[in-house]
C-alpha cells in the first residue's frame, strides 16, 4: 500500500512517500520514510499511535513541537492591544 509521510517543519513541509506491505503500521511508516520516530504523530490531522495500522492513501503526519503554548501567545498579544 501506499501513504504518504509528512513533516511539520518552520520552513514548511516535507514529503516523502513509501510503499508498505498490507497491515503496515505508522511506526512502519516513520520507519521506512527516514522521520524521526519521537513526537507527536497524526493521521489526516488525527491525533494516532505509532501501533496504528494504515490504510491505502493514508497521510501520516509528524508534527513539531509547538514554539509557545498557545494560551501565552493569546495572552502576550492581549497584552499589546492594551497599550
Do not use: C, W
Request: charged share 30%; proline share 6%.
Amino acid at each position: 500500500m501506499k501513504v504518504e509521510v509528512v513533516q511539520a517543519l518552520p520552513e514548511g513541509a516535507r514529503i516523502v512517500s513509501v510503499n508498505l506491505p498490507a497491515g503496515a503500521t505508522l511506526r512502519d511508516a516513520l520507519a521506512a520514510s527516514g522521520f524521526n520516530q519521537e513526537g507527536t504523530f497524526g493521521i489526516h490531522g488525527k491525533r494516532a499511535a505509532l501501533d496504528q495500522p494504515l490504510a491505502e492513501g493514508d497521510r501520516v503526519e509528524v508534527y513539531r513541537p509547538l514554539a509557545i503554548d498557545p494560551k501565552e501567545a493569546r495572552r502576550r498579544r492581549a497584552a499589546k492591544t492594551k497599550r
